[in-house]
């Protein structure tokens, strides 16, 4: 090795006990999004500068969520990542689902129509295809259960509404919602709105309340019915 070189992994070096010192101190409160990759590029590529290769990473998947929701093959194809730099990353969203599945102080609350936001949030963590839930809720705005209506399609109109028709009954349940995922954050479309008030349309039909049709993309969760009463 030249001095040169040697000189350059001792920066590398002393440029990752800062980093993680910095961490320690104060969690991931103040760092780029850029960085909070870099830091756990660490433990999937070791002795290697791993600035350039987060920021890289940045690019090509549009954000740190993006990074997250890549596929191993995908992420492995990024000049400089190793294969267990590509499973640390991949493991991130799933990690982080069976976390909150875990915490009990998360699992003792009562899912409602106040915090079913932050509910369907959790659920969809990890998620990378569309799946439709039927959300099926007592007369106290209790969640009772949801149920999966539809998996791997790209528009939600191929719900069945006999098929949320038939669940509700059997369930005797009156009072319903529904919930999708944009895994490419794409925003709510034509399609989506279309289909939302045919469902309550239809519903209405058959004396089932149609409460709301959410969509969980890019980092949020929307209500359509609420967003479209807000609009009028």
């Known amino acids: ?35 909070v990759l870099e830091l756990l590029l660490f433990f999937g590529i070791p002795y290697k500068d791993t600035n350039e290769l987060a920021h890289e990473l ?15 093959e995908s992420l492995k194809g990024v000049k400089n990542m190793t294969e267990n730099a590509a ?14 599945l875990d915490n009990p102080e998360k699992n003792k ?8 936001k932050e509910f369907l949030l959790r659920e ?23 149920v999966k209506v539809n998996e791997g399609s790209k528009k939600i109109s191929s719900v069945s509404i006999g098929k949320v028709v038939k669940t509700a009954n ?12 944009h895994p490419d954050n794409a925003p709510i479309s034509t399609n989506d709105i279309i289909t939302t008030k045919q469902l309550m349309f239809h519903l209405k039909g058959v004396e089932i ?7 969980v993309t890019k980092g949020k969760v929307i209500g359509i019915l609420d967003m479209l009463e807000s609009k009028m």
Do not use: W
Request: aromatic share 8%; charged share 25%; with cysteine.
């Open 109 to 116: 609350t009562v899912v409602t129509l106040k915090n079913i």
């Open 58 to 72: 940045i690019n090509k998947f549009g954000s740190i969520s993006g990074v997250f929701n890549a596929d191993i």
């Open 87 to 100: 499973i640390l990353l991949h493991l991130i969203p799933e990690l982080s689902k069976l976390y909150h």
């Open 124 to 146: 969809y963590i990890g998620v990378t295809e569309e799946i439709v839930y039927l959300l099926l809720f007592d007369k106290n705005d209790v969640l009772i259960d949801r």
């Open 209 to 215: 309340e149609f409460l709301e049709s959410y969509v």
């Open 1 to 35: 090795m030249t001095s040169g070189n040697k000189k350059r992994t001792d920066i590398h070096k002393g440029h990752r006990g800062r980093l993680k010192e910095r961490y320690k101190k104060q969690g991931l409160e103040g760092f780029e999004e850029h960085v």
């Open 170 to 181: 059997v369930r005797n349940i009156t009072r319903v919602a529904l919930c999708h995922n």
